[in-house]
């Protein structure tokens, strides 16, 4: 169609506007390619099939040149737009002179995605600001996920019944009571059959002092002074014979119904200690499988996010708040932790000590000052010796060949290198400021695990038959409590022998205490000073035999 004179004239008008108007709009991160081009730049690139699976889901798109550049850098406000848009967040309309990303800044605030978390918006987003973003985005989803897994484990019915060694026989007794009219086989509405069972008791109770009265006696509770109830003989027999394991039952449901705001106790300060500390949300990225590492293990934290890289990091976040688990990359999570924290316990042992006990750690604790050394803890490291690739290998420092350990009443070397199935607890200190002592060094003792039966030299009961078995087989090389390793260049030549400031452990039946402390110490006599840098009970253990309870002892199944 031929246009008039008129026409072309406003085109020409128009033309130079429509161009400036292009300039301005923000097509470098966010335009969509006209027609929908193939992105040629897409084809064999690692991320192809997400980023073309995110196009399709309308909250990416290309380049008007038909390219998608999936190695460039992104911006925060770009990422944080494709967020907005993935979420599907209510995102307004720009007023007029706010900028584009306004209404997009808006969304992600009120939906608490996004608080000043980077240094510049408008510049490269580094892998740590996105860290922080995808964890506010994940945190609600993580943290149901943590206390189902503990409400169906740590606090599930068989563990609290686990406590109650005599609940079955107690209810078979109960539930032969004349009257009794309480299900105590339903155990997910705790509180109903708590009320139930206490209405029954408490009309029981006045059967209980009407048949004393009709008997020629006085009546009085259970609970009364052992003096006065053998004075009065007032305990009615009926009673007597149940109360005990009415207490047991009661005590059983209750503590069914206090477990979810148990758990809740564990976890809150954990996930309200999220969002700051930029090095913990890292952690906690890679702990939900939101970000991986960028190769050996590494996480580059200070590493800047491509567009390709973005897309598949919010296509996880979906994923993980849609309830998908998400795979982890290990090695990466262990050097996070450790530049959180300076340790990779957490990583190693997430269900033993508990993940939600990881900011318990108090590096500030770390730095140690007395008469006799001043310095600091390095690093705290668990090396499983039955992967070659376990991170913190490095930091043995000595050929594993040259390095063995003796079980106590053992008389032979025993190689470290040929030991499987345990790890091996390796850490790091600074020099020692006190140039007079520097034979002087640090001490960190993980107190609690590892301790063994053999450490039970007496109790309640006397000396545990257990102590005697487990010294037995020690006695013949098991390695069953955490045990000093020692370097020593050549066995025939006991003159390099020397002890090092690490040992190993077994990773089965492991014994502990009931705490767990990160202690440190000089171990010089008479140098009172002591810190402890991490302390708290465990979870992931249960009770070891009823005759040596009084010792705080308890055994892991097996240690993560």
Not at 33 to 38: C, S
Not at 187 to 205: F, G, I, M, Q, S
Request: aromatic residues 10%; charged residues 25%.
């Amino acid at each position: 169609m031929l246009l008039s004179n008129r026409s072309k004239k406003l085109a020409l008008c128009l033309a130079p506007m429509l161009s400036l108007f292009l300039f301005l709009q923000p097509l470098g991160d966010l335009t969509m390619a006209a027609n929908e081009p193939d992105f040629s730049d897409l084809h064999g690139h690692w991320s192809e099939s997400v980023v073309r699976s995110a196009i399709a889901s309308g909250y990416v798109e290309g380049y008007e040149d038909g390219t998608f550049r999936p190695d460039k850098q992104i911006t925060g406000q770009a990422f944080l737009t494709m967020l907005a848009k993935a979420m599907q967040l209510p995102v307004g309309e720009a007023e007029q002179g706010s900028g584009w990303f306004a209404p997009y800044e808006a969304a992600v605030r009120e939906a608490k995605l996004y608080d000043n978390d980077y240094a510049n918006p408008t510049k490269a987003l580094t892998r740590m600001e996105m860290a922080s973003t995808v964890v506010r985005a994940t945190t609600p989803q993580s943290r149901e996920l943590l206390y189902k897994e503990l409400i169906q484990t740590t606090h599930s019915v068989q563990r609290i019944k686990a406590m109650f060694p005599s609940i079955d026989a107690d209810m078979a007794k109960l539930k032969k009571e004349p009257t009794m009219n309480v299900d105590l086989t339903v155990y997910d509405t705790p509180r109903k059959t708590l009320d139930e069972l206490r209405a029954w008791y408490n009309a029981r109770v006045e059967e209980y002092q009407a048949e004393n009265l009709a008997n020629g006696k006085s009546y009085c509770s259970v609970e009364a002074e052992d003096w006065f109830i053998a004075e009065h003989d007032c305990v009615n027999p009926r009673q007597a014979l149940i109360n005990d394991a009415l207490t047991r039952v009661d005590n059983f449901f209750s503590l069914l119904l206090n477990a979810g705001p148990t758990v809740n106790t564990l976890i809150n300060p954990y996930f309200n200690s999220l969002n700051t500390n930029a090095k913990q949300d890292l952690f906690e990225a890679v702990r939900r499988g939101l970000i991986q590492g960028t190769g050996n293990g590494e996480v580059s934290p200070n590493g800047v996010t491509t567009r390709a890289q973005a897309v598949v990091v919010i296509q996880r976040v979906l994923e993980f708040n849609k309830g998908e688990s998400l795979p982890v990359d290990h090695y990466a999570l262990q050097k996070a932790e450790v530049d959180w924290h300076q340790t990779n316990m957490f990583s190693v042992w997430p269900h033993f000590l508990g993940i939600y006990n990881a900011n318990k750690i108090d590096t500030a604790k770390f730095r140690f000052e007395s008469p006799w050394y001043k310095g600091e803890l390095t690093g705290y490291y668990i090396i499983d010796l039955d992967d070659p690739k376990s991170p913190y290998r490095s930091k043995i420092g000595y050929p594993l060949n040259e390095l063995y350990y003796k079980p106590q009443g053992y008389e032979k070397d025993i190689p470290l290198a040929k030991q499987k199935n345990a790890y091996l607890l390796v850490y790091t200190y600074s020099k020692n400021e006190i140039a007079a002592n520097k034979n002087v060094t640090l001490n960190a003792v993980f107190h609690g695990i590892g301790e063994g039966y053999s450490n039970l030299l007496y109790s309640a009961y006397g000396i545990p038959q257990a102590t005697y078995d487990q010294r037995e087989r020690m006695s013949k090389g098991a390695l069953e409590v955490y045990t000093p390793i020692y370097y020593l260049k050549n066995l025939s030549d006991r003159s390099t022998f020397k002890y090092l400031k690490f040992g190993v452990l077994p990773k089965e039946n492991v014994r502990m205490e009931d705490r767990i402390e990160l202690r440190l110490t000089t171990g010089v006599i008479g140098d009172s000073v002591a810190r402890k840098a991490l302390q708290f009970t465990p979870d992931g253990t249960r009770n070891l035999l009823p005759e040596i309870i009084d010792q705080y002892l308890r055994l892991i199944d097996k240690l993560d």
